[in-house]
């Protein structure tokens, strides 16, 4: 593309040099010349110098580096990035709830203050589960996504699978298990039976109960595990 425009910028510079010669000669020789051909010679040339202007910014635009493309993409990852943000926020606030619970249940049971024993330890058990709650969904948050899953495929002759686009390469490898991240959790798991290149096929495997894979998420590593 940037060859074929500075053929065409010659080419106009040219095209510019020879009609103002024209231009030059015509008044030169005849002072008839009639009114009307000078000023279209003269309407030639000032378009002419307009293309050339509009080249030469669109070229310094380039040099520039200016890519809408590229910016409208940066503006969606930032937005990605704050509302994952915003989400961790939120599962620290609920973290410290539920550390400030735990301190005040074991002030309790220090203080001999629960009658019913058997239903402090209950408590104890919710806040226990409930922080490790916090710090899975944390892990899986920050896990680096391996591949992204491009389409899903539910055929009753050939089963349920997913393509995928590997993110990163030279990590996933036929019979890899991965994990399909959605939001702060996981869904499912499947199994990689086939990478071609960046592309990839993997079959989904039992035991998560039935999910259905969306185009775009994002397929990880288990770092619950």
Sequence with gaps: MDTIKILLALTTTVLAAALAWSYSQQKDQSSKAPK???ARIEQQLAALAI???NIANEKRLRQLGV???SLSRQQQQQKEADAQKALLEKQQREAAEA???LQELEAKQSDKKFQNEEQGIVDLQKVEKTNKDFRNSNLILQALPLARVTSYVDDPEFGNFVLFDIK???VINVDSKLA???KDGIAGFVRVT???GVEGVADLLPGAGKFTPQVGEDLIMDPTN
């Design 36 to 38: 009307d051909e000078l």
């Design 51 to 53: 293309e050339e202007k």
């Design 67 to 69: 890519d809408v493309l």
């Design 99 to 101: 550390a400030k619970a």
């Design 168 to 170: 990163v390469e030279n």
């Design 180 to 182: 399909l991240r959605r």
């Design 194 to 196: 086939s990478i071609e």
